[in-house]
């Protein structure tokens, strides 16, 4: 199976600020790669697909970029619903793994 | 809009059996792969099984291969996973996603059905 690792665990940040996220397979996938965001009481959300493809509905604010092994999500201006858990995802092969988690907590 | 619903999660002993549906409705539910992602406390959203648009076709993860079961219903638009031989590392919350593809990404996704398992 393919293992993404993703950082950091967990990361706080303001209202209006900027953040990255990285996450890291551990073999070479493309761009077969995704994130989702979870917050709770609510369906986990695609944000991007593809990589760097923002899916419909979801802000500008919202960059993903990257290929191969090596993956971020960026936020930008940072406001009150963004804070949640950031997953990121593969789906170059069977079974698709998702990292471990990212908790974007305010400061 | 498309809608997933997921229900029969609950508390369950060791051993024992569960099985999750999934009401979807929003789109034509016989076009597409579904899948079952699960959020273990404390440890991530895991993949555990999905289905082709017809039924003849499923894959599952290794973790629980053989005590599983994904079927569906088209003709009732609803998704379904029979779980048997429950242990203790199956309690968390399971997801029915809708998938593009095969799986390329998961579109759409219910807010999940909890199941414990636990003495």
């Known amino acids: 199976d393919i293992q993404m690792t993703q950082s950091p665990s967990s990361l706080s940040a303001s209202v209006g600020d900027r953040v990255t996220i990285t996450c890291r397979a551990s073999q070479s996938i493309s761009t077969y790669f995704n994130w989702y965001q979870l917050r709770p009481g609510k369906a986990p959300k695609l944000l991007i697909y593809a990589a760097s493809t923002l899916q419909s509905g979801v802000p500008s604010r919202f960059a993903g970029s990257g290929s191969g092994t090596d993956f971020t999500l960026t936020i930008s201006n940072l406001q009150p619903e963004d804070f949640a858990t950031y997953y990121c995802q593969q789906s170059y092969s069977v079974p698709p793994t998702f990292g471990q988690g990212t908790k974007l907590e305010i400061k | 809009e498309v809608q997933l619903v997921e229900s029969g999660g609950g508390l369950v002993q060791p051993g024992g059996s569960l099985r999750l549906s999934c009401a979807a409705s929003?789109?034509?539910?016989?076009?597409?792969?579904m899948h079952w992602v699960r959020q273990v406390p404390e440890k991530g959203l895991v993949w555990v099984s999905r289905?082709?648009?017809?039924?003849?076709?499923?894959t599952y993860a290794d973790s629980v291969k053989g005590r599983f079961t994904i079927s569906r219903d088209n003709a009732k638009n609803t998704l379904y996973l029979q779980m048997n031989s429950l242990r203790d590392e199956d309690t968390a919350v399971y997801y029915c996603?809708?998938?593009?593809?095969?799986?390329?990404?998961?579109?759409?996704w219910g807010l999940g059905t909890l199941v414990t398992v636990s003495s």
């Open positions: 929003g789109f034509t539910f016989s076009s597409y792969w």
């Open positions: 996603t809708r998938a593009r593809g095969s799986g390329s990404y998961y579109t759409y």
């Open positions: 289905i082709n648009n017809d039924g003849n076709d499923t």
